[in-house]
């Protein structure tokens, strides 16, 4: 009797299988934390960033330097994490209109039209003319409201850990969003994270949330990581 052989087994699909086990994996495996992940790379400048500020006062720049040995210094003195966000916000929005915090500027419906009037002739006033017709948008929602010219100046070393690094952007980010979180519930009676959601759908919520968007423009800038001596 002539001796049969064992039958084949078709591999040919388990490369497909194989794969889509990969990506069921990927789809159904969660992190167990996500934080700073959202603030891994510097936010892009804001539409309604000055452009021309070439020469910008000592007192609109807030200072923040994590240097080598995990120390936070701001405007030159040592600072605890925890106080980054009140310290940012301070400077911010001077609310106390004081000289050493940054300068302010008045902003209403009739300056921001007579801005408007004077840029429309110049031909070179594009970006210029934009911002001011952005402020007169704001004005019309908001009523009188004033500007700080404020920059936040934010420098690592490059041996400051990952950590810090992180937790800094987030101190500084929060204290942007609790600004604006704070004039929105002044202003209008819901959150700025709320308004945000609204606006994709309504458009009165949209220019409320692009308002409060012109009177606390995020402004970080960040330069490359060097050497920072701290105390």
């Known amino acids: 009797m002539a001796k049969r052989s064992a039958p084949e087994i078709n591999a040919g699909s388990m490369a497909d299988i194989a794969f889509l086990l990969l990506i069921f994996f990927l789809v ?41 040995n995990n120390q936070l210094l701001v405007e030159g003195q040592l600072l605890d994490i925890t106080e980054l966000k009140d310290k940012a916000k301070e400077f911010i929005a001077n609310k106390q209109r004081l000289e050493t915090l940054p300068q302010l500027e008045d902003i209403n419906v009739a300056i921001s039209q007579e801005r408007i009037n004077a840029l429309s002739s110049n031909e070179s006033a594009g970006d210029e003319l934009k911002k001011w017709q952005k402020r007169l948008s704001a004005a019309e929602v908001l009523g009188d409201y004033t500007i700080s010219k404020q920059v936040i100046s934010l420098q690592n070393d490059r041996g400051t850990s990952y ?6 952007q987030d101190e500084l980010a929060l204290a942007y969003q609790e600004l604006r979180n ?3 519930m002044d202003k209008f009676g819901v959150n700025f994270n709320k308004l945000e959601e609204l606006a994709e759908k309504d458009a009165d919520a949209e220019k409320k949330y692009e ?21």
């Open 163 to 168: 950590e810090l690094y992180i937790r800094v």
């Open 28 to 68: 159904t495996t969660t992190m167990d934390s996500d934080w700073g992940l959202a603030r891994l790379l510097p936010p892009p400048p804001e539409e309604n960033v000055e452009q021309d500020d070439i020469k910008i006062k000592q007192r609109d720049v807030f200072v923040v330097l994590a240097n080598a």
């Open 211 to 231: 308002a409060i968007k012109v009177v606390y423009p995020q402004r970080i800038s960040e330069a490359e990581p060097k050497d920072v001596t701290g105390s």
């Open 182 to 184: 704070e004039m929105a």
